[in-house]
């Protein structure tokens, strides 16, 4: 990876690599909106309880930084879809422990949005289950761009910026390619 721009999530895992404290809390501030929001439409209400989406956004960046040092981020938008394969597999961790709780008492609704997240709702559960096995099948690139656009909302010329890419077109064909790649991995999982 080339020298890193003094505002990068490269320079700032450089800099928490080195210990540096400051680098650390803005590596925090900067993806834990993203989380935050991505997080409470990803975790069914049937499943908040116990753990809500900031204690899954919490444990997502304890494990991240705890793994920092084995970190090497190919580009700027790598952190981002570490973050979230990591946040993912909390999520699915807190479902199956809401599963084994069963049914449980229902939370101040200030705190849980109602009803089914607003993917589930689009796609319906068995169509997300399809989507993350296929989202799997996709190389990290593709996965960060889909990532970015269709579960984060990023422009263009934010994913451009992400990933790397010179314009906010060439943004636009990774992640065209992407998703015609991911509608063609869910088709085969349809079967």
Same mark, same amino acid.
């Given at each position: 990876? $080339?020298? $890193? %721009? $003094?505002?990068?999530?490269?320079l #700032?895992?450089?800099? &928490?690599?080195?210990g540096?404290? !400051?680098?650390? /809390?803005?590596?925090? %501030?900067?993806?834990? =909106?993203? #989380? ?6 990803? @975790?069914? =209400?049937? !499943?908040?309880?116990? *753990? ?5 956004v919490q +444990?997502?960046?304890?494990? !991240?930084?705890?793994? &920092?040092q084995?970190? /090497? $981020?190919?580009? /700027?938008?790598a952190?981002l ?5 990591? #946040? @993912?597999?909390?999520?699915?961790? /807190? ?7 069963? =049914?449980?008492?229902? +939370?101040? =609704?200030?705190?849980? %949005? ?5 993917l589930e709702?689009?796609i ?9 096995? !296929?989202?799997?099948? #996709?190389g ?5 761009? +889909?990532f970015?656009? &269709?579960?984060?909302?990023?422009t ?5 910026? *992400? @990933? ?6 060439t %943004?636009?064909?990774? &992640?065209?390619r992407?998703? *015609? ?10 079967d």
């Amino acid at each position: 990876m $080339p020298d $890193p %721009a $003094p505002d990068s999530t490269a320079l #700032l895992l450089q800099q &928490v690599r080195a210990g540096d404290a !400051a680098a650390r /809390e803005r590596l925090v %501030a900067r993806h834990l =909106p993203l #989380l935050r929001a991505w997080a409470h439409r990803r @975790l069914p =209400p049937g !499943a908040r309880g116990l *753990a809500d989406t900031d204690d899954l956004v919490q +444990v997502t960046f304890v494990r !991240a930084l705890n793994q &920092v040092q084995g970190f /090497e $981020p190919r580009h /700027e938008g790598a952190f981002l879809a570490y973050l979230r394969q990591i #946040l @993912l597999n909390a999520v699915r961790d /807190e479902i199956r422990r809401g599963r084994r709780r069963g =049914p449980h008492e229902e +939370v101040d =609704p200030e705190t849980e %949005a109602p009803g089914p997240s607003p993917l589930e709702t689009a796609i319906g559960r068995d169509a997300l289950e399809r989507y993350d096995r !296929a989202f799997g099948q #996709l190389g990290a690139e593709q996965q960060e761009a +889909v990532f970015m656009r &269709v579960e984060m909302g990023m422009t263009y010329e934010e994913i451009a910026g *992400a @990933l790397g890419k010179n314009s906010a077109n060439t %943004a636009r064909m990774v &992640v065209s390619r992407a998703l *015609a790649r991911l509608a063609l991995e869910m088709e085969d999982g349809n079967d």
